[in-house]
């Protein structure tokens, strides 16, 4: 049996991604990936978006301000550089244990890395801290280049785990990708897109649950983008063949 715990977008809140792999027995004090973790026994799942916080209030917490100015060039360096910090920690972290730290690319990870497309929220704020042509910094090559060896999904056997959904375009974050409502919306109007894909679960991110994880048993996915609501995701898989899911739950902290 291999247990799998998969945690929800990031969104540079650091803090709640350690207590929650703290809470998960997958790191210990001095940020070391616990023994079950070491010995492949506990498989850590991040599904991506390390980077940009969702909200003017993050980022003022981030930088350790009353608030934030995405205006002000010391504003942004402070958010750069504290994310950098973060990145560092998690980078050794998973250097560590290579065989059990999956990381996938998310969107917002993608945008830094490619500097393609400036990211925004609904309500205005725009993501500036890595990008140099407006005010911010460029993220340190090292960081690039592990970002860079993300990949877009995870198979386990009949068990998917991507950033968005069960879909390949949704797999590459092009103009298509940000054209496409469905990105937000596939698991309420079409949600046999797992069973259509062949898999027997599905492990999901990129949409905001407010209420917490979402389980769909019905359709036989999760969407896990609820480390906000303090929740991460465990898998039991069985050990002779490990497409085959024996629970699932989330997990509160």
């Not at 830094?112 to 205005?124: E, F, R």
């Not at 990008?131 to 068990?159: I, K, T």
């Not at 069985?238 to 509160?252: K, L, N, Q, T």
Request: hydrophobic share 45%; glycine share 8%.
């Amino acid at each position: 049996m291999h247990k799998f715990l998969a945690f929800g977008d990031v969104h540079a809140d650091f803090e709640t991604l350690w207590a929650a792999l703290r809470a998960a027995s997958c790191v210990d004090a001095q940020y070391l990936p616990t023994p079950p973790v070491q010995a492949g026994l506990f498989q850590v799942v991040i599904i991506g978006d390390l980077v940009h916080p969702k909200n003017e209030g993050e980022y003022a917490r981030l930088i350790g301000l009353p608030s934030f100015d995405l205006h002000d060039a010391d504003h942004l360096l402070l958010a750069a550089r504290n994310q950098v910090a973060h990145l560092e920690r998690l980078r050794a972290y998973q250097a560590a244990v290579p065989h059990a730290v999956h990381i996938l690319l998310g969107n917002h990870d993608d945008a830094v890395l490619y500097d393609t497309y400036t990211l925004g929220t609904a309500g205005g704020l725009v993501h500036l801290e890595f990008d140099p042509e407006r005010g911010g910094v460029l993220l340190p090559e090292h960081l690039r280049g592990w970002l860079a060896q993300f990949p877009r999904e995870l198979r386990v056997g009949g068990v998917q785990f991507a950033h968005v959904s069960p879909l390949p375009a949704h797999l590459h974050y092009d103009d298509l990708f940000y054209g496409d409502p469905s990105t937000k919306r596939w698991f309420q109007e079409i949600p046999e897109y797992v069973d259509m894909a062949g898999l027997e679960f599905g492990v999901y991110g990129h949409t905001q649950m407010e209420g917490g994880i979402l389980l769909d048993e019905e359709h036989r996915f999760a969407m896990i983008d609820a480390l906000h609501a303090r929740e991460y995701l465990e898998l039991m898989l069985d050990a002779g063949e490990e497409s085959a899911v024996s629970a699932v739950r989330a997990v509160p902290f």
